[in-house]
């Protein structure tokens, strides 16, 4: 049997909870992250079943030393660094009170990191759709060649695509600015 596994998982950058969730549990059952890869790979290790809990940051490249130290301090582990997300880890056994198992000392810091999503992954993604692939969609279904059909064909694929994504990840980002502007 191997000491290794791959999963492939896709998680929106709105999943997160989602993504802590389900690696708490693939902890629980005996495997331990060790790497995630751009966009759904997951490489875990086996290890004993122990509840630990995940927690990620999205940073984007802006975290330095005393900002991971920060966190060594209070215990978490951070192991994994993936298109700006951070990922930490400490086993429940370490947490004596709920925050103590949270990695944000308050609902502000929650608010700051779900905006900080949407100025550095939201709008930079509207502004191709709508520089990009809008234009070469309207381009692309105008046109009546086998090679523009197979363009045509392509583009509202990611015509739709982008749609999904803007109304999933902007609805939930927006349902957790939400959920934690009331508990501040």
Known sequence: MSD???NIRFFTIADYEEEEIWLRQEHKNGWKLLKTFPPCFYIFERCTPEDVVYRLD?????ENSDYLQ?????GWEYFNRCMGWLYFRKPVLETDTEQDAEIFSDDVSRVAMVNHIVQTRIFPLVIIFFC???????MSINKSTSFADFFAILFTLLFCLYLYLFFHCGLKLRRLR???SQGS
């Open 4 to 6: 290794q596994k791959l």
């Open 70 to 74: 920060l966190f060594r301090d209070f």
């Open 58 to 62: 999205y940073k984007n490249h802006t």
């Open 132 to 138: 990009c692939v809008v234009p070469n969609f309207i």
């Open 178 to 180: 939400k959920k934690y």
